[in-house]
């Protein structure tokens, strides 16, 4: 069974540039979460997604931070423009509704903002 | 609001040794899961291990074990036989149940292990 993906695994941009992160999770799971982890701490919670439905974006900074999981399966996240303090490493995990409490993870995607 | 806290920024145990990575949490509910996950440099979460919080019995995965003292909200991995492989941050991990607005991890801030061959 292929495991979460997301892509790409790196990237360099500079400030005020827009950049877009993409995640497909596990085949049967409807649960999506996009974390963001900075140097050193552990994962935060951006936003949750029920299918296409997000139902938990209370700590994703609207402002400059959009997401979308349209047809309910792979998910893009977004940041335009942005921030030096954006550099970070953002992960998907997704979990399957028979199991809801165990989340799997992607590798992430190390952003490092110049 | 719930908290997790993992005093131990860093860890280091003899190969074959054990160790004992420690997190303490704050929460009012009754019902909730914890987690160990193992994150190596190539930042790849895994799950090590699961406790539901209505399960007395503490929890096992091979050399995996943890001691979970729910009155005194203490959630402790134990490695036994140390592996070169086992070198990774350790992150501790709460979650509310479902049926109650769950679905978020909150993690703690980590611990770094290093294993010595």
Redesign the interface.
Known sequence: EAGVVQSPRYKIIEKKQPVAFWCNPISGHNTLYWYLQNLGQGPELLIRYENEEAVDDSQLPKDRFSAERLKGVDSTLKIQPAELGDSAVYLCASTFPRAPQTQYFGPGTRLLVL | AQT?TQSQPEMSVQEAETVTLSCTYDTSESDY?L?W?KQPP??????VI?Q?AYKQQNATENRFSVNFQKAAKSFSLKISDSQLGDAAMY?C?Y?RP?YNQ????I????TELSVKP
């Open positions: 997790v899961y987690f996950y190539s930042r790849q979460m895994i799950l699961r539901e992150f991990a979650r479902t769950g679905g978020k991890l993690f703690g801030q980590g």
